[in-house]
């Protein structure tokens, strides 16, 4: 196994766990720079052994898989799912008898760097991020299906798009075992077509689960706008919540025709839903007042730290106009997913924007991804999700 030694004093973040190692940090390679995706081990400036993990070329140049010498085989794919899976058993998310949709492994979450693995019914969605997770699916499928043990039947591969280019690895979508048409899912007695085919991410936003059946206890009796709507998550359990009108919108068509067979699925022929397939801000500009709970769960405004300014200027513009045309004694339910934007950034942009419109503003709850999304406590960039329910004078 090639060897990587590290600059001086380079080791520290590794010292406190760290499972990233980038590129300027790395003094030398033993017998030539790795190829894509191969395992190596990592030795500090004095040759000490203290990691071990996926080569890639980019800025993050290594991600750990242990901190400890160990072979990195089938053996250790199986004990690592285990503990995932062993982990979801004993909160409860993946033996409720009413949810069958969750997350079972997220990467650093679950001390699998570039690893996403979400379960649907019978069949789980793995997505790589990087080159040495995709070379290692075929693997670490074989090890799911026996952690599983027999309550799963189909392993669909979905990372054409999550794999960097450079690498020049040419991923496929496609069943690695099994297949399966049947794309419905149910969350906490609710059924949702899953879009694993063409659907962004693994086909269905897990993260939001908890958020969503939070918004159901808040929906009765009230007029709901849902932006960003996608598959129509939070306008299904609004329905369910006894809302009285639920109006969903998306810029994308198809994300529209996937809100209205979600809505099909649970209420046959419901009268109080209505879906548009329109441009958020010139739905808000245009929407007037009848609105008194409001979602804003909009798709990454950054996904590099160069894009931050804008993204938080987005923010404050999108939160600005919700909080203008909210009815009084309102209930918004506002998000980020930009890993980059921090908790504080959020709630800067999002307060900006309520003393912009002038509103007396209130903070009900705040939000974050669900314990099947775990935050590994020395990687506190895992904490990407933040969200804000606000009451609105």
């Given at each position: ?340 934007v921090t908790k504080d950034n959020f709630r800067t942009a ?44």
């Amino acid at each position: 196994m090639r060897r990587v030694f590290l600059k001086p004093k380079k080791e520290e973040s590794l010292q406190r766990f760290h499972p990233w190692i980038f590129s300027g940090a790395i003094a030398s390679f033993e017998n030539g720079q790795p190829e894509e995706g191969e395992i190596v081990e990592v030795y500090t400036s004095k040759k000490n052994f203290i990691a071990i993990g996926h080569y890639q070329i980019g800025s993050i140049a290594i991600r750990v898989l242990s901190f400890q010498q160990e072979t990195i085989d089938y053996s250790f794919w199986q004990r690592r799912l285990q503990i995932a899976y062993t982990m979801r058993k004993s909160i409860g998310i993946a033996t409720d008898p009413t949810n069958n949709t969750y997350r079972l492994v997220h990467g650093e979450g679950d001390n699998l760097s570039g690893l996403i693995i979400d379960i649907y019914d019978r069949t789980a969605v793995m997505q790589a991020h990087s080159p040495g997770m995709h070379l290692s699916r075929m693997e670490i499928a074989k090890a799911l299906m026996e952690v599983m043990d027999g309550h799963l039947d189909n392993i669909y591969y979905k990372s054409e798009t999550t794999l960097p280019f450079k690498a020049d690895l040419f991923p496929e979508n496609g069943f690695l075992i099994g297949g399966s048409d049947n794309n419905i899912a149910m969350e906490y007695g609710l059924k949702f077509h899953v879009d694993w085919l063409k659907g962004q991410k693994t086909g269905f936003f897990v993260d939001q689960r908890e958020n969503r059946s939070l918004l159901g206890k808040y929906a009765e009796g009230r007029t709901v706008l849902n932006m960003f709507c996608y598959t129509g998550g939070f306008s299904v359990y609004a329905l369910r919540g006894n809302a009285k009108s639920v109006d969903s919108v998306d810029s994308s068509a198809k994300a529209i025709e996937l809100t209205n067979q979600n809505v099909a699925l649970n209420f046959p022929n419901e009268s109080r839903h209505t879906a548009y397939a329109e441009d958020a801000f010139k739905f808000l500009d245009k929407m007037g007042d009848r609105y008194d709970l409001i979602i804003l769960d909009p798709p990454a405004f950054a996904k590099h730290r160069d894009a931050l300014r804008n993204a938080l200027q987005g923010y404050r513009k999108l939160n600005a106009k919700a909080f203008e045309k909210i009815k009084p004694g309102g209930i918004l339910f506002t998000f980020s997913c930009s890993q980059v934007v921090t908790k504080d950034n959020f709630r800067t942009a999002v307060f900006t924007a309520a003393a912009s419109a002038k509103r007396k503003v209130r903070i009900l709850h705040q939000l974050t991804q669900p314990a099947d999304h775990p935050i590994n406590i020395y990687h506190p960039e895992g904490e990407y999700l933040k969200g804000l329910v606000l009451y609105v004078e």
